[in-house]
T-cell receptor, first 111, second 113 residues
C-alpha cells in the first residue's frame, strides 16, 4: 500500500537557519503530494502541494519539489522564524481519496 | 471564513458515557472524513463518507460510528469511550475525482475521565 516516511524529529534550529525536512513516499502511479502544518492545539493546515513530477509547491517561504526518480518531497525553507515552530506532516493522496500521512516532524525555532 | 467547522472545540466525557462530535462544511464537498490523532502521532483515518456511502477502515473499532444526515453535516459517535479514546478528532472534506487536497477543521480535543 501507499506510505510516507519522514525524517524523525524533533528538529531544533535557531532563527534564520536553513531548514530541510526529508520526506519519501511509496506509491504506485502518480500520487499528489502535500505538506500540512499543525500549530499547537490546532487542526491541520495545507502548507503546499504538488500534483505531478517536477512540480514545485511553495508557500510562506517554504518549498518542496516532487521528485519521482527519488520518490521524495523534501520540505525546505531558507530562513526560518520562531513562528514556524509547529509539527509538519508530509502526505500523499491517490485514487481512493485516502490521505496518507507521514509520522510528523516537530520543529522548534529558538530566537 | 471557516469552511469546515467542528464542535465543540473541547469535549470532556466520562468513561463509558456516549459522546457525539459534530462537523459541518460549507464547501459542498461530497467526501467527508474522520481522523483520530493521538498525542505526537500522525492522524489516523477512522472512516469516510463518499456521498452517502460509508467506508470504514478495517482497524476502526466497533465502538466508533458515524452518521451523515446530509451533505453538510457529519457526526462521530463513540458509544462507550475508554481512556484510550482520548485524542484529537479531526474532520476533513474533499472533492472526489482528482487527487486534490483535503480541508481540515480545527479539531475536537476529547478527554475521557
Amino acid at each position: 500500500g501507499n506510505s510516507v516516511t519522514q525524517m524523525e524529529g524533533p528538529v531544533t534550529l535557531s532563527e534564520e537557519a536553513f531548514l530541510t525536512i526529508n520526506c519519501t513516499y511509496t506509491a504506485t502511479g502518480y500520487p499528489s503530494l502535500f505538506w500540512y502544518v499543525q500549530y499547537p492545539g490546532e487542526g491541520l493546515q495545507l502548507l503546499l502541494k504538488a500534483t505531478k513530477a517536477d512540480d514545485k509547491g511553495s508557500n510562506k517561504g517554504f518549498e518542496a519539489t516532487y521528485r519521482k526518480e527519488t520518490t521524495s518531497f523534501h520540505l525546505e525553507k531558507g530562513s526560518v522564524q520562531v513562528s514556524d515552530s509547529a509539527v509538519y506532516f508530509c502526505a500523499l493522496i491517490q485514487g481512493a481519496q485516502k490521505l496518507v500521512f507521514g509520522q510528523g516532524t516537530r520543529l522548534t525555532i529558538n530566537p | 471564513d471557516a469552511m469546515v467547522i467542528q464542535n465543540p472545540r473541547y469535549q470532556v466525557t466520562q468513561f463509558g458515557k456516549p459522546v457525539t462530535l459534530s462537523c459541518s462544511q460549507t464547501l459542498n464537498h461530497n467526501v467527508m472524513y474522520w481522523y483520530q490523532q493521538k498525542s505526537s502521532q500522525a492522524p489516523k483515518l477512522l472512516f469516510h463518507y463518499y456521498d452517502k456511502d460509508f467506508n470504514n477502515e478495517a482497524d476502526t473499532p466497533d465502538n466508533f460510528q458515524s452518521r451523515r444526515p446530509n451533505t453538510s453535516f457529519c457526526f462521530l459517535d463513540i458509544r462507550s469511550p475508554g481512556l484510550g479514546d482520548a485524542a484529537m478528532y479531526l474532520c476533513a472534506t474533499g472533492h472526489s475525482g482528482a487527487n486534490e487536497k483535503l480541508f481540515f477543521g480545527s479539531g475536537t480535543q476529547l478527554s475521557v475521565l
